[in-house]
Antibody, heavy 117, light 105 residues
Framework: QVQMKETGPGLVQRTQTLSVTCTVS????????VHWVRQAPGKGLEWMGV???????NYNSALRSRLIISRDTSKSQVFLTMNSLQTDDTAVYHC???????????WGQGTSVTVSS | DIQMTQSPVSLSASLEEIVTVTCKAS??????LSWYQQKPGKSPQLLIY???NLAAGVPSRFSGSRSGTQFSLKISRPQVDDSGIYYC?????????FGGGTRLE
């Protein structure tokens, strides 16, 4: 059974760096990709990026300059690191995976991050 | 980047009608289109993948179709529990992109 859980700082100061960890179980990070999706309050879903089973990454064009997705396969953890935070980065951050590479069908509950000015 | 234009933004439905939500891709995405339902405070749930395939455990009143670069999600005789926000997602090429969402009441 696939399980994913995000842990984050809750509150981050503007201009600082955000670090969120996604801990997974029920599958191997070496075999399946993990995506990051965020949702600002009252807004829609925004795909942020992915780290594939082979370790390659792809990013949202608007976030590429600030975002790094990495992993530790031995610990079954995926990391989201985003710098130069602004107040509009306030959102719930989800990690997610898929049974096939082209779909997302397993989600974490999300972790809320507030960027304080 | 591929743009996904979703419509309508919101709609309300009665229990007897067929509800249709549409997503139009800015370019060919083959059938790499999935639909998600999100309820308040919850993570999205997969409904449809490959444009037309029903995800496991999803009621058969949900269906998906494709006509070129236009994709539709239909809900036949929607139930009260179907209220929520629906999103499409293209996975043809990175960066993946979501539609803007449709609120169903």
């Amino acid at each position: 059974q696939v399980q994913m859980k995000e842990t984050g700082p809750g509150l981050v100061q503007r201009t600082q760096t955000l670090s969120v960890t996604c801990t997974v179980s029920g599958f191997s990070l070496a075999s399946y990709g993990v995506h990051w999706v965020r949702q600002a309050p009252g807004k829609g879903l925004e795909w942020m990026g992915v780290i594939w089973g082979d370790g390659n990454t792809n990013y949202n064009s608007a976030l590429r300059s600030r975002l790094i997705i990495s992993r530790d396969t031995s610990k079954s953890q995926v990391f989201l690191t985003m710098n130069s935070l602004q107040t509009d980065d306030t959102a719930v951050y989800h990690c997610a995976t898929g049974s096939f590479w082209y779909v997302v069908d397993g989600w974490g509950q999300g972790t809320s991050v507030t960027v304080s000015s | 980047d591929i743009q996904m234009t979703q419509s309508p933004v919101s709609l309300s439905a009665s229990l007897e009608e067929i509800v249709t939500v549409t997503c139009k891709a800015s370019q060919d995405i083959d059938s790499y289109l999935s639909w998600y339902q999100q309820k308040p405070g919850k993570s999205p749930q997969l409904l449809i993948y490959d444009a037309t395939n029903l995800a496991a455990g999803v009621p058969s009143r949900f269906s998906g179709s494709r006509s070129g670069t236009q994709f539709s999600l239909k809900i036949s005789r929607p139930q009260v529990d179907d209220s929520g926000i629906y999103y499409c997602l293209q996975s043809y090429s990175t960066p993946w992109t979501f539609g803007g969402g449709t609120r169903l009441e």
